[in-house]
């Protein structure tokens, strides 16, 4: 048991298309990031939520947007979805963001757009 | 962000042969975290080294932080089956909310 849940497991969606990832913390953590990790490579950084509030950003397109909620958990939606957007959606939590006892990540969002 | 490279990018060894990867940056880093992704998996921390020229030993995995900050090593000794899966260095952005990632060193072990 990973500690953060995450849903849906796996998703096919068509271009064009928009799509929400949802994300449950580990209990007493307070702060999401969302990673999209494509085959083969690290997870890159898209953004952070602390306080209902993104803190950080990525390099990522404005298609991609967030929100957190005030019992910590939080959404990804990615608009006008690209082939390219195929990819595992990471979802990880922490307590204040700064990682001190590292990051707990969710099993992620294997998303297929086709 | 602050970018950490990791060789090599594959690595295939006999059961209980050593292995290690390294991460290296051209920046000095905060800090570095380690992570195990298992195939079909997601990241698991292993650990966080900050200090100058830190070593912490958890069983058979060693991880140094070099004396300049700016390279990491993992040794795993006499590997086993279950050690098999992408190790990932990280590092802190500036702003000490993101973590950039290295692209990994997959261990494979045969026994």
């Known amino acids: 048991d990973a500690g953060v849940t995450q849903s849906p497991t796996h998703l096919i969606k068509t271009r064009g298309q928009q799509v929400t990832l949802r994300c449950s913390p580990k209990s007493g953590h307070d702060t999401v990031s969302w990673y999209q990790q494509a085959l083969g490579q690290g997870p890159q950084f898209i953004f952070q939520y602390y306080e209902e509030e993104e803190r950080q950003r990525g390099n990522f397109p404005d298609r991609f947007s967030g929100h957190q909620f005030p019992n910590y958990s939080s959404e990804l939606n990615v608009n006008a979805l690209l082939l ?31 | 962000g602050q970018q950490v490279m990791q060789i090599p990018q594959y690595q295939h060894v006999q059961e209980g042969e050593d292995f290690t990867t390294y991460c290296n940056s051209s920046t000095t880093l905060s800090n570095i975290q380690w992570y195990k992704q298992r195939p079909g998996g997601h990241p698991v921390f292993l650990i966080q080294l900050v200090k100058s020229g830190e070593v912490k030993k958890q069983k ?30 990280a590092s802190n952005s500036n702003s000490g909310y993101a973590l950039n990632f290295g692209k990994g060193t997959s261990l494979l072990v045969t026994p």
């Not at chain 2, 070099?66 to 089956?81: D, F, M, R, V, Y």
């Open chain 2, 60 to 89: 058979r995995l060693t991880f140094q932080f070099g004396e300049a900050k700016k390279n990491s090593s993992l040794h795993i000794t006499a590997t086993q089956t279950t050690d098999v899966g992408t190790y990932f260095c």
């Open chain 1, 84 to 114: 390219g957007d195929s990819a595992l959606y990471l979802c990880a939590s922490s307590v204040r963001g700064q990682g001190s006892y590292g990051y707990t990540f969710g099993s992620g969002t294997r998303l297929t757009v086709v």
